[in-house]
């Protein structure tokens, strides 16, 4: 996986600060519109101009299983990846 760092923000649907984004498939540094997951909530991300975060539109998730389904399905693995990391943390 790749790291790479990207100006403060945080997660629209939790507040966790992110200062980093990582991309497990590959080597890409991130880019306006790329989707992301934050590592806190495991809620779906979309990068902005500025690499800031907004939550995913819902047309936008939409499209995604209709248009990319494989896409939208590692989407949904690494959201159940981090669910269970952030629920084993909690019982921990």
């Known amino acids: 996986?790749?790291?790479f760092e990207v100006p403060k923000t945080?997660?629209?649907?939790?507040?966790?600060?992110?200062?980093?984004?990582g991309d497990p498939f590959g080597m890409n540094a991130p880019k306006p519109g790329d989707i992301s997951i934050c590592a806190e909530c495991?809620?779906?991300?979309?990068l902005g101009t500025d690499?800031?975060?907004n939550k995913l539109e819902p047309?936008?998730?939409?499209y995604l299983m209709?248009?990319?389904?494989?896409?939208y399905a590692n989407l949904l693995h690494l959201q159940s990846v981090?669910?269970?990391?952030?629920?084993g943390d909690?019982?921990?």
């Open 1 to 3: 996986m790749s790291e």
């Open 10 to 21: 945080s997660c629209p649907w939790c507040g966790h600060e992110m200062t980093h984004a």
């Open 42 to 46: 495991a809620g779906f991300l979309q």
């Open 51 to 53: 690499l800031s975060v």
């Open 59 to 62: 047309s936008t998730e939409v």
């Open 66 to 71: 209709k248009n990319q389904p494989e896409a």
């Open 82 to 87: 981090i669910l269970e990391r952030v629920e």
């Open 90 to 92: 909690r019982t921990s």
